[in-house]
């Protein structure tokens, strides 16, 4: 298991920004995905942002244009820097590591993240 630590959330205006950062136990080049979840109170969780070890990222359609994914290998950590943000993006958002695969997913504690109108 690689152990996960995020940082970064908070209280923001909606139109603000953050950054979380989730930093691993271990060398990140090591693993395969890194990314972030989000769950909402009522609602299910969903993926915001992946990046692979190769670079390549992925996000949710509605976080596209707004948030951007990186990692930075030498400090094993991965950022997700949220700008524009909105109220709708009220929730507790969660690092997570696939060393391989989903099969062997690692999880952050989660941090809270808060946007008022």
């Known amino acids: 298991q690689v152990q996960l630590v995020e940082s970064g959330g908070g209280l923001v205006q909606a139109g603000g920004s953050l950054r979380l950062s989730c930093a691993a136990s271990e060398s990140i080049l090591s693993i395969n995905v890194m990314g972030w979840h989000r769950q909402a109170p009522g609602k299910q969780r969903e993926l915001v942002a992946l990046v692979t070890r190769g670079g390549s990222t992925n996000y949710a359609d509605s976080v596209k244009g707004r948030f951007t994914i990186s990692r930075d290998n030498p400090k094993n950590t991965v950022y997700l820097q949220m700008n524009s943000l909105k109220p709708e993006d009220t929730a507790v958002y969660s690092c997570?590591?696939?060393?391989?695969?989903?099969?062997?997913?690692?999880w952050g504690q989660g941090t809270q993240v808060t946007v008022s109108s």
């Open positions: 997570y590591a696939d060393r391989t695969g989903s099969w062997d997913r690692s």
